[in-house]
C-alpha cells in the first residue's frame, strides 16, 4: 500500500511542491487550503504530472470543525498518515503600532501558530508508527525582525512546540522535524514583498530560492532525520552568531544588518 502525506496549504507555494515531491515518491497526498478552485487545480496538476492518488479538502487550519471533517473522512477509509505536514502560513509586514485591530494584530498567531498546534492535535491520532511530522516555521522564528513581529512570534512558537513535541513522541516511533526557510519566491512572498514600506526593502536580503529548490532541500534533511531544517548557510551563519556570541554583540550586528524604521 502506498505511503500517505497530508499537506496544510499544499495548493500553492512551498506545500504544494513539497506534495509534488512526495507523489513522485509514490506517495497518496492529501492537501489542504481554503480555496476550493486553487486546490483542485493543484490536485490535478499533481495527478496528471505523477498519475497520484491526491485528494484535496477545503479547510481553514484555524476551524476546527472542517480539521475534524476531514479527519472523519481519512478515519472513514481505513487510511492512516506516514507524514503530516503543517505548512499553512500567513505573513503581514506591519510594525505592532500600526495594526487597525486586534483581531488583525493576532492573525499570524491564529494561522501559523494556533493553527499548526489545532492541525497537529486533530490529525496525531493518524500517525503510523514510523511516521513523520514536519512543520514549516521560518528563518524569522530564529531572530527578530522589525515589521515582522507578530510573524516572529508566531514562527518561533512552531519551533518550540516542535521541539516539546519530538520529546513527547520519542517513546512512539514518531519523529518531528521543523523548516526555516528564509526567502522563497512563492505568492505570499512576492505579495509581501509588493506590501512591504520601502524601509523594509533596504536590506541585505538576497534573491529568493525557487520553492521547488526549497521542498527538495527541506525532505532529503527531513529524510536524514536532522530536526531543525536550515536551508542556506547565510541562516545558518546568522544562528550561529545569535547562538555563540554575546548578546550585546549579536544585536550590534543584527541591527546593522536588518532594516530599522525610522
Ligand atoms: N515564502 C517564503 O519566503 C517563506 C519563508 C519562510 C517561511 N515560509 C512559510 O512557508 C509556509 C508556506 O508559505 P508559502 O510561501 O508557500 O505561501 P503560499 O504560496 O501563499 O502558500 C500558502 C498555502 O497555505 C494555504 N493557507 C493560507 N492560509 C491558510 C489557512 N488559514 N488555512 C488553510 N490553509 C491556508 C494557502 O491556500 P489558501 O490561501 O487557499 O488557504 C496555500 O495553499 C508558510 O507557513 C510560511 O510562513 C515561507
Redesign the pocket.
Known sequence: MDKVALI?????????EIAKKLAEKKYSIII????LE??QKAADNIRSLYNADVEAFS????DEESLKKIFLQIKAKKEKLDMLIL?????STKLVSEYANTKDLKREID??LW?TILATYIFLPLLNKGGKILL?????GLMGAAGYTTYCAS?AGVINFADALRRELLNKEISVHVAC????D????RKEYKNMPEWMKKDARGA?MK?EKAADIILKKCFKNKFLIILTADILSLILLIKLTPIRFKNYILDKIFPIPD
Request: hydrophobic letters at 30%; proline letters at 7%.
Open positions: 496544510t496549504g499544499g495548493s500553492s507555494g512551498i506545500g504544494f489542504t487550503g481554503r480555496n486553487k486546490l479547510s481553514d487550519t484555524t505548512n499553512a502560513g500567513s505573513v494561522i501559523n493553527g514549516i516555521s521560518s528563518a524569522f514562527k526557510p528564509s526567502d522563497i512563492t505568492p505570499m512572498y529568493a520553492p
